[in-house]
């Protein structure tokens, strides 16, 4: 029943239409749904970064596996590895899925990573990029060998006859500068407003004013 | 004395937040009790006869928010008295133990004296370190600086607003507690990233510590290497430690702990003596622990294990010491006489691994701080704000994220064991930011959801502590760490729906405060965003809601929007939105950008929501490009909810907003309201491709999923009903309108005038088409018609504007035909200009195949052209034949040139056509009218609304 209701789902169908397509009620079908997730959670094709939720009576876990939020987020972990997690929310998939025609589930998904330093990224200038293929049932990733130095934002997407369709894109992320500086850098200037950054920020903020490229 | 170099001698302490309420066998909290015994109290103990002996010495102390709590916490003075009772006592039973044997009863005899001299010092302060700390504070001799409120790894902290709380409320725990604001900070592990410098400053920081490398990778590179602290762009000063007096100590191969004659941490007697003589002093469910009793000395590697001598230890840190001072005073030296100033030494450590790990730690700071501070010739002992106050010139750069864990970034804190930490704790720093930005005004006057907030605060601070992460990492008592980070976050989580829905359980919430009594007064301020400007904005959208209660608040999706206009549609949404707004309905058009700039406007009293798309438009298919923006509006409209925007209904106009229109229809559960302009099966008479397939899919599901269909003539009406099904009762036909321009001016007759000359049309009649080009418009037929009309009227000039695909083809035709010199194609014409042309026209034709509306028919009426349309769509319903302009036959040109004839013929009956359509414009087509249609439409949707909201 649950392989009915995730292929249903993914052919872009609401809950309620699943509900009365497969006889049931909504609470079911959400029930069922619920327990596919945390099944697929605990395979060990996903466990990589996984909670170690495995280890404890599952009354006893109380952090949901998702949080509804769709999102994309780019950690540093060091000057060439970059931490990326995500969650892409059923009516995400389930929009991308209707446009694609296709079963969500069938489509290779992956990480499209843009090397944007110095520029205002508009989806086309980046210095390149490099395409991350990752594994199913994965919600989090480690890149490694990524350059020093370097700003990266990272897109969510799939892969579907030979091309790439991002789906969720990150904000940016610096990777550290592991050597010393190259002679003839320009001094710094104080910058004295603490209120707008004037520098790259890899941090995010809820206040209002535009990240800068710099 | 004109020092040649100075040290600056820093000692960080920190201890997660391990206190519990509950049960007072939990091993966690032996750590506390054993670093105060072998650490904390040993140092103080050194630092006290530095004072006593009037020893000029410099230190600085970073002692955690965390440790801060727990030392000043009345229960945990309570425990430490019983353990160090029990370890007196233990020592007591040693020294009889040992009795036979003399080199061990030594040792014994050691520790007792030691024991009682920390318990008499205990007895003598009442257990309270706090106020030795205060003291040694108020020395001058020792600076005491502060850290992240619960030693998060600040890198990983997501927002800057939970970055703000950490530093913050750290800062006031120190005040607190200590009675003063402190000028420096210790980063927990280190740990930086570019912009934390910019909130330190905002938090009023001086200085902070940083690792070697951080300061050598800086940009540009540092002129005094890492001799001198370095100013960060916000003018704050990171201090670099030195790389060989950390190795001296820390290094496991050749660091003076590992001596052979120092104690040898890892053989206590809770492991080694029988059961059921150490059981009284190890832990109560049989888990043997450290009791701090060990004989032995580290003897070497792969040699039985000698027992310890304490005078021969002794004697070891005091050459250790003056080794110690040697190198720096040799680095000091070396380094002067390429420094344009004495070099700055910075030497940081963890205090506990003084006393606990490496037992001799205390006396090889005692023996450092007297040799360097009556001894040294070269080297001066010094603190950050001394030298910031002796040498305020200091050089600036931009310093790497970076951290003083292993390889020197974030791996510790990051990695396979610990990774799934950060999705959870950076989703609770969003909703806790959310929600006390939500409830911000209600904080004084709700003292418990006040109280809740403030313990869901507390609740993710403890989670967000760097301790767990790096536990997991180490895999040492990992359980723990899991079950600490696993708890937090699930009171958390719990708290904050409980406050969401009003069931705060004041029970459950004393108990967690009970549990919890670090930072009692924690300010929500902090997470509030900077400036609050969101604040204001989201209030607005709710405030606006609630002024006007009837007003409506619409969500418009329209893939096009002035200044982007590819064809009527654009221009239709504008004019409707603005004629909607006049009426008071709060109206949000999401729509593209025009280029990459996305932004926001009030345009008429619209919100406009100008929306980039992750690939732009002309770098992609056109379809894939459409579906981004779908998902571009997805989103928004998500943003524009959370901020508090509420809306009544969804418009959506045509099939390319369709994936967006129904999936937020789904999602908010809103009524959609759907115009459809035109038709993919219209356009192309039938459909004939897979992309005329899928549009004409995405229009048929779009018509299926709307609670209402808006189109403009009966003649769509009839063409969605016959296509796609959908029953009459759900479509309405609202007509697009237009503006009723006043008759020229001298000035447009006098323009007028000027077009006929640059143009070359004489002073004949000019008949005008305005359309694009192509085969659904029908110049093809006016061009049949055209030689008839000639041969009546030779100085009659056909005006054809617009372009399109055709344009060639029918240029062509014109020539074959020999109609060269009476028809001119312009082209793309502006609106101006198009305006004069129409003015001046005897008559517009519009010889359309296919037409859903007609609006050029329209405003050619407005601006008294008589008009002649194919008796067709949306044009038989607005030209009436013989009342307010003429009709023929469509896609019959001789019924065209027919009634051009006739109306060139006679001129008088011009004046009555022109002025009935004039009035039927006014009447009909005028957009406050058909805005307040549209309006209506909506209200009709009101059980919908009342549900919805």
Known sequence: ?214 | MVSNGYLSLVLHAHLPYVRDGERDDRLEERWVYEAMLESYIPLLLVFDKLLADSIPFRITLAVSPPLLSMLDDPLIRERFQRHLAKTVELAGKECRRTSGSPEEHRVAKMYLRRFREIAAYCRKWDYALIPALKRLQDSGFAELITCAATHAFLPFVETEEAIRAQLMVGIDTHERILGRRPAGIWLPECGYTPGLDRLLKEAGIRYFFTDSHTVRHATPQPRRGLFAPLLTPYDVAAFPRDEEASRQVWSSVIGYPGDYDYREYYRDIGFDLDWAYIAPYVHPEGIRVHTGLKYHRITGRGVPKAIYDPDRAREKAAVHAGHFLASREAQAVQAAEWLDRPPLITATYDAELFGHWWYEGPQFLDFLLRKTACDSQVISLTTPSAYLDDYPQIDRGRLPMSSWGRNGYGEVWLNEQNGWIYRHLHQAERELIELVEETHDDHEARPLLRRGLQQAARELMLAQSSDWAFIMDGQTVVDYAVRRTHDHLACFRELMEQIRAGTIDPERLAARERAYPLFPAVDLRYYLPAGSHRVNVSRQYVAAGKEREEGLRVLMLSWEFPPRVVGGLGRAVYDLARHLARQHVEVHVLTAAPCTAAQTELVDGVRVHRLNTYVPGEQSDFLDWVFQLNLAMTDAAERLVRQGFRPDLIHAHDWMVGWAALELKQRFELPLVTTIHALEHGRHQGIHTPLQQRIHEREENLSAASDRLIVCSRYMAGEVNRLFGVPQERIDVIPNGVECPPAATADEEERMRGVREELGLGTGPVIMFVGRMVREKGVHLLLEAAPRVLHDHPEAVFVLAGKGPMLEEWRQTAEQRGLSSRVRFLGFVDDVRRNLLFRLAAAAVFPSLYEPFGIVALEAMSLGTPVIAADTGGLREIVRHGENGLTFYTGNADSLADQLCWLLHRPDERGRLVRLAREDILRQYEWNRLALQTLDLYRSLGSALATSI
């Open chain 1, 1 to 214: 029943m649950l392989e009915r209701i995730l292929q249903l789902r993914s052919q872009s169908m609401s809950i309620a239409q699943i509900a009365k397509e497969c006889g049931l009620t909504v609470g079911q079908v959400k029930y069922r749904l619920q327990k596919g997730r945390s099944r697929s959670e605990a395979e060990p094709a996903a466990s990589r970064n996984a909670a170690p939720s495995q280890n404890r009576p599952d009354d006893a876990w109380r952090l949901p596996p998702f949080y509804g939020r769709d999102v994309v987020k780019l950690m540093v972990q060091g000057p060439t590895v970059l931490f990326v997690y995500w969650e892409i929310t059923w009516p995400r998939m389930r929009m991308v899925a209707s446009y694609l025609q296709a079963d969500y589930r069938q489509i290779d998904k992956g990480l499209r990573l843009y090397d944007v330093t110095d520029r205002l990224f508009d989806g086309t200038n980046a210095h390149g990029h490099r395409d991350v293929t990752v594994s199913d049932g994965a919600h989090s990733w480690f890149v490694h060998d990524v350059q020093p130095g370097r700003t990266y934002i990272a897109d969510f997407g799939l892969f579907h006859r030979e091309r790439f369709y991002p789906i969720l894109r990150s904000e940016p992320a610096a990777t550290p500068r592991n050597h010393p500086a190259a002679w003839g850098e320009p001094l710094v200037e104080t910058a004295a407003d603490t209120r707008v950054p004037a520098w790259f920020e890899n941090f995010s903020s809820y206040s209002l004013y535009p990240k800068t490229s710099k």
